[in-house]
């Protein structure tokens, strides 16, 4: 007799499936019902018969497995679950018999032919549905799907049956027959199946984490496409596992920073629940590669096939409360941690997600509370936090921005361990040298995600932007045009604006008391599809600084059309990097060249979880005297008492003079000392002064140091100006960089100090000049000839001016008569 075997009811089949199924043809015959083989026949009890029924067996089992569903109903009305809808009597040949009652909601249920409220929630307590749970495709689906498509698995509703099973007391006792002893509310028998298996026909042990490795290197090394079907249980989307091994992972210099994310079929992991007589199938796509018993696995801990390794990778789990602590006070700390197994296998803390958005693109989708650095997915904490960890060794990877050193280590949970703390030791306390650091460009999260991810960040400062993107605008909800602080006031959310125009540029406003409209203009993907050009990046900026706001050109400079007008008339405070590469540093060393001060500001454009916030963020000095609050630090920001970091921590000085300042010497110049320290938690290898663009000073370390130090003395004979920076080899040299979805390189970089020569600190460069010009006339073009905008006469427009175009070239027409009065008094 084979393991699970359908009794064939069709001599008393009373139903035609039409009927059955409101005219719909209806599969009769061989099927199979979660996983189990049934001969599916359709046999009603009522509502006018009632006759009990008499099938014989002549075999035996350990279970009993009968398909069944509920006609009629009355839960709806009012009445109790439990009502006895039938007996079955299960009978013995040697002429004992074992009788079960089958009640409404205990081992049978109606199924709704539509969702409603009221029926949800209704399944049957010792029932299952015909069907298993069951994962959404993974990389395809209907667009309302979208948010539901997030949560991975769905419950499976009963289709045609509900199945119930009856465990045998006396399973080698052979059974006659299964007498149906019928009530008064009608129900359906569509099948029986016997068990000749002790286990339990449904399945009671939860899923269980499984290794897969292919042996086949072919195979192996290709793209991920793995897929695991289990014919009686469920299995997970399956993941790739990294190939470095734990004590790689464990000394790796970015440690608490990701990894490389692992994109190959092997080694892989899939959590799987199973019967142990079902089968476990692994694909690379279409190509099955191995084929295993489950319950081999259990029982060995191990199945091999040529092709494939299939093992269990845990062997036991507690649950345990977690705390991390500062090292020197003993509190707990927020910051974001990592669990994993040595083998690579992700133990998040509950609450939080092993894998983010199915390890697929996360733009405006699932942020806030978790990221994502490469392979690694880290869960934002206050400090605690709970969860499962396997017993045995597991490894930790926790971090809190750039002034905490990292804790990537080994630890050990023993059998029965229910708490863990772990320790965090400070590196540097720059708010205690006056240093307060803020991320000035940050999109898509709540206020309050923004707090817990600032704080696990180590981020005084957030600057969340509303903005518009298309059809799609963002963050309405948590404007407040003010600052909101914890009770402590050392961490701070503002949610101002970005305003975008896919030519002219886009312009951060911080902030803001009032939104500034329209926030985005033009078309696609600012703004609606469509659109015309409403309004300029000027005009927005002097929107802001009537509110006493500040205006900062973001990602510096693209999108290039406007900035030289905001930079000519003195519109802009700052301007920002969000990533480390030629272009933006050439065009700021351009305009300082030319005589514009502008401090330089760090963001990280956060559109997605895997950007942590702060990845680049600004640190700005505020004198002990003044406190931190949002308005000083945006005080200090224009004066450009700032440096950027992606991880080292600066200090800079020109003869004491600190950035941000102007140093003054006589006619005739002089020599000054530069002093420079750089300290970081990730290994850096050079640290340079730049004067006008060009390296003067430098000091390297070819295997990478977490401290550089640099003095110098320069001679300077003109009015100039001096920044420090340090990074990788070379600075722009290749190197170790983050693993966010920019592969953001590791620097830090100051604002300017200036250094004026016999009077007022002046510069002037006719090749600026001329770069700004060319750059004012191509925007002045772009409006006469190509940017879409309604007539006058037929609107009135947000400005209330008469002549649409003359307020959109105005800003233009100033910035180009500020660059000839710039050049020629110089």
């Given at each position: 007799m084979a393991d699970y075997t359908p009794l064939d009811l069709t001599r008393w089949s009373n139903l035609l499936p039409q009927a059955f199924s409101g005219g719909k043809l209806e599969p009769l015959g061989p099927q199979t019902l979660r996983g189990l083989p049934f001969n599916v026949s359709l046999i009603q009890f009522g509502p006018a018969d009632f006759r009990p029924l008499e099938i014989p067996i002549s075999a035996r089992a350990h279970w009993v497995i009968v398909a069944h569903r509920l006609l009629e109903s009355h839960l709806q009305a009012g009445e109790p679950p439990g009502r006895l809808i039938a007996s079955y009597r299960f009978c013995f040949t040697d002429g004992q018999a074992e009788t079960v009652p089958i009640r409404e909601r205990f081992e049978i249920a109606i199924i709704p032919t539509t969702w409603s409220l009221e029926y949800w929630g209704q399944m049957p307590f010792l029932a299952v549905p015909d069907r298993f749970d069951y994962l959404f495709a993974r990389e395809a689906g209907r667009w309302e799907h979208t948010g539901i498509r997030q949560i991975e698995a769905m419950q499976a509703s009963a289709d045609r049956f509900f199945l119930w099973a009856w465990a045998n007391p006396y399973p080698n006792r052979e059974l006659s027959a299964i007498r149906i002893e019928p009530q008064d509310r009608a129900f359906l028998i569509g099948g029986v199946t016997l068990s000749t298996l002790a286990e339990d026909p449904f399945g009671r042990e939860p899923r269980r984490p499984v290794k897969i490795t292919l042996t086949e290197e072919e195979v192996a090394d290709l793209r991920f496409d793995l897929v695991v079907e289990v014919d009686r249980g469920t299995a997970t989307y399956p993941y790739p596992l990294p190939r470095q091994d734990a004590a790689a992972f464990l000394n790796d210099a970015l440690r608490g920073w990701g990894q490389p994310y692992a994109n190959h079929n092997s080694p892989a992991y899939t959590e799987i629940a199973a019967l142990p007589s079902a089968t476990v199938a692994v694909k690379s796509g279409e190509q099955e590669l191995a084929r295993v018993r489950w319950g081999d696995v259990l029982d060995k801990g191990m199945a091999q096939t040529p092709a494939a390794r299939i093992e269990l990778a845990e062997h036991g789990k507690n649950w345990?409360?977690?705390?991390?602590?500062?090292?020197?006070?003993?509190?707990?700390?927020?910051?974001?941690?990592?669990?994993?197994?040595?083998?690579?296998?992700?133990?998040?803390?509950?609450?939080?997600?092993?894998?983010?958005?199915?390890?697929?693109?996360?733009?405006?989708?699932?942020?806030?509370?978790?990221?994502?650095?490469?392979?690694?997915?880290?869960?934002?904490?206050?400090?605690?936090?709970?969860?499962?960890?396997?017993?045995?060794?597991?490894?930790?990877?926790?971090?809190?921005?750039?002034?905490?050193?990292?804790?990537?280590?080994?630890?050990?949970?023993?059998?029965?361990?229910?708490?863990?703390?772990?320790?965090?030791?400070?590196?540097?306390?720059?708010?205690?040298?006056?240093?307060?650091?803020?991320?000035?460009?940050?999109?898509?999260?709540?206020?309050?995600?923004?707090?817990?991810?600032?704080?696990?960040?180590?981020?005084?400062?957030?600057?969340?932007?509303?903005?518009?993107?298309?059809?799609?605008?963002?963050?309405?909800?948590?404007?407040?045009?003010?600052?909101?602080?914890?009770?402590?006031?050392?961490?701070?959310?503002?949610?101002?604006?970005?305003?975008?125009?896919?030519?002219?540029?886009?312009?951060?406003?911080?902030?803001?008391?009032?939104?500034?409209?329209?926030?985005?203009?033009?078309?696609?993907?600012?703004?609606?599809?469509?659109?015309?050009?409403?309004?300029?990046?000027?005009?927005?900026?002097?929107?802001?600084?009537?509110?006493?706001?500040?205006?900062?050109?973001?990602?510096?400079?693209?999108?290039?059309?406007?900035?030289?007008?905001?930079?000519?008339?003195?519109?802009?405070?700052?301007?920002?990097?969000?990533?480390?590469?030629?272009?933006?540093?050439?065009?700021?060393?351009?305009?300082?060249?030319?005589?514009?001060?502008?401090?330089l500001v760090g963001g990280t454009d956060k559109m997605t979880a895997d950007v942590p916030a702060g990845l680049y963020r600004t640190y700005v000095f505020i004198p002990a005297e003044e406190g931190?609050?949002?308005?000083?630090?945006?005080?200090?920001?224009?004066?450009?008492?700032?440096?950027?970091?992606?991880?080292?921590?600066?200090?800079?000085?020109?003869?004491?003079?600190?950035?941000?300042?102007?140093?003054?010497?006589?006619?005739?110049?002089?020599?000054?000392?530069?002093?420079?320290?750089?300290?970081?938690?990730?290994?850096?290898?050079?640290?340079?002064?730049?004067?006008?663009?060009?390296?003067?000073?430098?000091?390297?370390?070819?295997?990478?140091?977490?401290?550089?130090?640099?003095?110098?003395?320069?001679?300077?004979?003109?009015?100039?100006?001096?920044?420090?920076?340090?990074?990788?080899?070379?600075?722009?040299?290749?190197?170790?960089?983050?693993?966010?979805?920019?592969?953001?390189?590791?620097?830090?970089?100051?604002?300017?100090?200036?250094?004026?020569?016999?009077?007022?600190?002046?510069?002037?460069?006719?090749?600026?000049?001329?770069?700004?010009?060319?750059?004012?006339?191509?925007?002045?073009?772009?409006?006469?000839?190509?940017?879409?905008f309604v007539a006058d006469g037929s609107v009135s427009h947000h400005h209330g001016e008469a002549d649409h175009r003359a307020y959109l070239e105005r800003p233009f027409h100033e910035a180009i008569a500020a660059v000839h009065r710039h050049l020629h008094r110089r």
């Open positions: 345990v409360h977690v705390t991390v602590v500062d090292d020197e006070t003993g509190q707990p700390l927020p910051c974001r941690i990592h669990f994993r197994s040595p083998d690579g296998i992700p133990y998040q803390p509950h609450g939080h997600h092993d894998h983010l958005l199915s390890d697929m693109g996360t733009w405006h989708i699932d942020l806030g509370g978790d990221l994502r650095l490469g392979h690694v997915t880290y869960a934002y904490i206050d400090g605690r936090c709970q969860g499962w960890l396997p017993t045995g060794d597991v490894l930790v990877d926790v971090a809190r921005g750039f002034e905490y050193e990292p804790l990537r280590s080994h630890v050990t949970i023993q059998p029965g361990q229910r708490e863990l703390t772990l320790r965090l030791r400070r590196r540097a306390d720059l708010n205690a040298e006056g240093w307060y650091s803020g991320d000035t460009h940050v999109h898509f999260l709540s206020t309050h995600g923004a707090h817990l991810e600032a704080q696990g960040e180590g981020l005084n400062v957030i600057n969340l932007l509303q903005s518009q993107w298309g059809h799609l605008f963002t963050s309405t909800e948590e404007f407040v045009g003010r600052p909101v602080s914890t009770p402590d006031g050392r961490t701070i959310v503002y949610t101002s604006q970005e305003n975008r125009q896919h030519m002219l540029g886009h312009l951060t406003l911080l902030g803001l008391k009032q939104p500034v409209m329209p926030w985005c203009s033009d078309g696609p993907d600012e703004a609606e599809l469509g659109g015309g050009l409403e309004t300029t990046l000027s005009h927005w900026a002097d929107a802001c600084h009537a509110q006493g706001g500040m205006v900062v050109i973001p990602h510096m400079p693209v999108p290039n059309g406007e900035p030289a007008a905001l930079i000519a008339t003195g519109r802009a405070d700052a301007v920002e990097f969000v990533i480390q590469a030629d272009y933006p540093h050439l065009e700021y060393y351009r305009y300082l060249n030319g005589g514009y001060r502008l401090p931190f609050d949002y308005e000083t630090w945006c005080r200090y920001l224009r004066q450009g008492r700032t440096f950027i970091s992606s991880g080292p921590l600066l200090r800079f000085s020109v003869e004491g003079a600190r950035i941000g300042d102007t140093l003054h010497l006589p006619g005739n110049g002089g020599t000054v000392e530069v002093e420079a320290e750089a300290r970081s938690i990730f290994p850096i290898h050079t640290l340079q002064i730049v004067q006008e663009g060009r390296v003067v000073a430098v000091t390297e370390e070819p295997n990478g140091a977490d401290r550089l130090t640099l003095k110098a003395r320069l001679t300077i004979d003109h009015h100039t100006w001096l920044a420090a920076r340090a990074g990788g080899p070379g600075y722009f040299g290749p190197g170790r960089v983050h693993f966010d979805t920019w592969g953001r390189p590791i620097m830090a970089h100051t604002s300017p100090i200036y250094i004026a020569v016999g009077g007022e600190w002046w510069m002037a460069s006719q090749e600026t000049a001329q770069y700004m010009l060319t750059l004012l006339e191509g925007g002045l073009e772009y409006i006469r000839q190509r940017a879409p």
